[in-house]
Nanobody, 126 residues
Framework: QVQLVESGGGLVQAGGSLRLSCAASGSISSIGAMGWFRQAPGKEREFVAA????????PYADSVKERFTISRDSAKSTVYLQMNSLKVEDTAVYHCAANLRGTSWRGSDLSTFDYWGQGTQVTVSS
């Protein structure tokens, strides 16, 4: 089993920055890709960014390209999301997710991610 715990959310003004972290514990060697997803009130959970186990595949949602950067530590147990030039529409609960190593995944398909964190709130004020 894998446990994921997010941190780093908060309240920030539009144009500001935040850095989210997601720490994995448990069976870390079984983790493949890791990703960030977000869910705004009244909306479905959506893909933000993901990174493969070795960092060679890094897709982003169009809405965050050039503003957000996902990265992963060498131990493969922590994933980060650096968010710059934040907009009011980025307000959401941000969830970290991980998929089982050796299985296929696609950022746009939430069902390909097997483990989920509880989320951290990001609020961007105008």
């Amino acid at each position: 089993q894998v446990q994921l715990v997010e941190s780093g959310g908060g309240l920030v003004q539009a144009g500001g920055s935040l850095r989210l972290s997601c720490a994995a514990s448990g069976s870390i060697s079984s983790i493949g890709a890791m990703g960030w997803f977000r869910q705004a009130p009244g909306k479905e959970r959506e893909f933000v960014a993901a990174i493969s186990r070795y960092g060679n595949i890094i897709p982003y949602a169009d809405s965050v390209k050039e503003r957000f950067t996902i990265s992963r530590d060498s131990a493969k147990s922590t994933v980060y999301l650096q968010m710059n030039s934040l907009k009011v529409e980025d307000t959401a609960v941000y969830h970290c997710a991980a998929n089982l190593r050796g299985t296929s995944w696609r950022g746009s398909d939430l069902s390909t991610f097997d483990y989920w964190g509880q989320g951290t709130q990001v609020t961007v004020s105008s």
